[in-house]
Nanobody, 122 residues
Framework: VQLVESGGGLVQVGGSLRLACEASGVVSDIYRLGWYRQALVRQRELVGSITSSGVTNYVDSVKGRFTISRDYAKNMMYLQMDKVNPEDTAVYYC?????????????????WGQGTQVTVSS
C-alpha cells in the first residue's frame, strides 16, 4: 500500500483547509485509515481515523472542527479542517492499517505517507 498526502499549506487562524490522502496498491486489505500530526519538538499524535465501514473517531482537541471522510471509489481519504488555530500547525500524515489474512494466520501491517505541512498563521 502506498499513501500520498496533499493539500497542506498556509492558512490563517479561523480558516479552513482540506487535506487529501490517496491510497494505491492492495487497498482492499485496508481496514482503517488515520490522520496523524507531528509538530516541532512534539511526538506524533493521532488526529482521527475512519474504518472501512465508515466509523470515525477524533482526538478531543479537534472534535467539532475537523471531519474525516472517504471516497471509496477513488481510494481517497480527506481531512476537512475548519476553525484552525496555531496549535494545529504540524506535518500531517496519513496511515493505513492493513490486515492480511491467510488460512494459517492474520498479520497486520502499517503504512505511512510522506506527510504534508500545515501552517496556521495568526
Amino acid at each position: 500500500v502506498q499513501l500520498v498526502e496533499s493539500g497542506g499549506g498556509l492558512v490563517q487562524v479561523g480558516g479552513s483547509l482540506r487535506l487529501a490522502c490517496e491510497a494505491s496498491g492492495v487497498v482492499s486489505d485496508i481496514y482503517r485509515l488515520g490522520w496523524y500530526r507531528q509538530a516541532l519538538v512534539r511526538q506524533r499524535e493521532l488526529v482521527g481515523s475512519i474504518t472501512s465501514s465508515g466509523v470515525t473517531n477524533y482526538v478531543d482537541s479537534v472534535k467539532g472542527r475537523f471531519t474525516i471522510s472517504r471516497d471509496y471509489a477513488k481510494n481517497m481519504m480527506y481531512l476537512q479542517m475548519d476553525k484552525v488555530n496555531p496549535e494545529d500547525t504540524a506535518v500531517y500524515y496519513c496511515k493505513a492499517n492493513v490486515l492480511v489474512t491467510t488460512i494459517e494466520s492474520s498479520t497486520e501491517f502499517e503504512y505511512w505517507g510522506q506527510g504534508t505541512q500545515v501552517t496556521v498563521s495568526s
